[in-house]
C-alpha cells in the first residue's frame, strides 16, 4: 500500500454520553489490537487483501468503532471493519 497522510481533527464532546461511547469504542480498539490487528498487519475482508491503517473512533452513526474498530486499506479504498469481517493474511 501507499503511504498516506492522515489528518488529526479536534472535536468536542456535547452529551454526558458521548464518553461512555468513545468507552466503548477505545474497548473495541484495545481487544483488535489485542487480537493482533495492529496498524500495517496484513488482512483479508472476506478474499480481498488489505492492510490494517488506523482505528476507527467515531462514538455515533452507523459504522461507529465500538461495531467497526478497524480501518482497512484494500485496492477498492479504505474501509470501516468489524473483527468478524477480516481475517490475517
Known amino acids: 500500500m501507499y ?3 492522515l489528518t488529526v481533527l479536534e472535536g468536542r ?3 454526558a454520553g458521548a464518553r461512555s461511547a468513545l468507552d466503548t469504542a ?3 480498539i484495545r481487544h483488535a489490537i489485542g ?3 495492529r496498524i500495517g498487519c496484513r488482512v483479508l475482508v472476506g478474499r480481498v487483501p488489505g492492510s490494517v491503517i488506523g482505528y476507527n473512533i467515531a462514538s455515533s452513526g452507523r459504522f461507529g468503532g465500538a461495531a467497526y474498530p478497524l480501518l482497512v486499506e484494500t485496492e477498492f479504498g479504505i474501509a470501516k471493519c468489524s ?3 477480516v481475517c490475517p493474511a
Do not use: C, L, V
Request: no cysteine; glycine share 6%; aromatic share 6%.
Open 83 to 85: 473483527m468478524q469481517e
Open 3 to 5: 503511504p498516506r497522510s
Open 35 to 37: 487480537a493482533g490487528f
Open 13 to 15: 464532546r456535547k452529551a
Open 26 to 28: 477505545e474497548r473495541a
